[in-house]
């Protein structure tokens, strides 16, 4: 019985460890950043969200800017806000928040396919990314 019990249990494992690596969906999405003409980033929702590179339109309920060490910098929350903030993908998202050189930020948003009901989770996302405008020595960001 137990020598048995030995020779599944490897198999049983290694099965249970690939089904968990395939099954396993990525928490959060990574939205593009670029830099604009004044120094400030373009945070935005990636051309590639869609499939077919449509334009689709995102119901966007919170945003906010964080510091590790200091906190929550800036939100703005959109969630029950009677104008709602839309956006298209690889359009600019509006952080009314001046981001200084060489600090790193974590950054991150919520968004919904617009025209999704409340209840409907499926086209929910949290997007969030780590960055740092680095201002190099010849005076380029």
Same mark, same amino acid.
């Given at each position: 019985? =137990?020598?048995?019990?030995?020779? /599944?249990?490897?198999?049983?494992?290694?099965?249970?460890?690939?089904?968990?690596?395939? !099954?396993?969906? @990525?928490?959060?999405?990574?939205?593009? /950043?670029?830099?604009?003409?004044? *120094?400030?980033?373009? /945070?935005?929702?990636?051309?590639? #969200?869609?499939?077919?590179?449509?334009?689709?339109?995102?119901?966007?309920?919170? !945003?906010?800017?964080?510091?590790?060490?200091? *906190?929550? !910098?800036?939100?703005?929350?959109?969630?029950?806000?009677?104008?709602?903030?839309?956006?298209? @993908?690889?359009?600019?998202?509006?952080?009314?928040?001046?981001?200084?050189? =060489?600090?790193?930020?974590?950054?991150?948003?919520?968004?919904?396919?617009?025209? @999704?009901? #409340?209840? =409907?989770?499926?086209?929910?996302?949290?997007?969030?990314?780590?960055?740092?405008?680095?201002?190099?020595?010849?005076?380029?960001?």
């Amino acid at each position: 019985m =137990n020598k048995n019990l030995f020779h /599944i249990l490897p198999l049983v494992l290694t099965i249970a460890l690939i089904a968990g690596c395939i !099954l396993h969906n @990525n928490v959060f999405y990574t939205p593009d /950043i670029a830099l604009k003409k004044d *120094g400030q980033p373009c /945070i935005s929702i990636p051309a590639n #969200e869609d499939f077919f590179r449509r334009k689709k339109d995102f119901d966007i309920s919170y !945003l906010y800017v964080y510091q590790v060490g200091v *906190g929550e !910098l800036w939100s703005k929350n959109y969630f029950h806000s009677a104008k709602p903030y839309y956006v298209q @993908n690889d359009q600019c998202l509006i952080f009314n928040y001046h981001f200084q050189n =060489n600090i790193p930020y974590h950054i991150g948003f919520f968004s919904n396919e617009k025209g @999704n009901e #409340e209840n =409907n989770k499926s086209t929910d996302k949290e997007w969030m990314r780590y960055m740092q405008i680095i201002k190099k020595p010849n005076g380029t960001l």
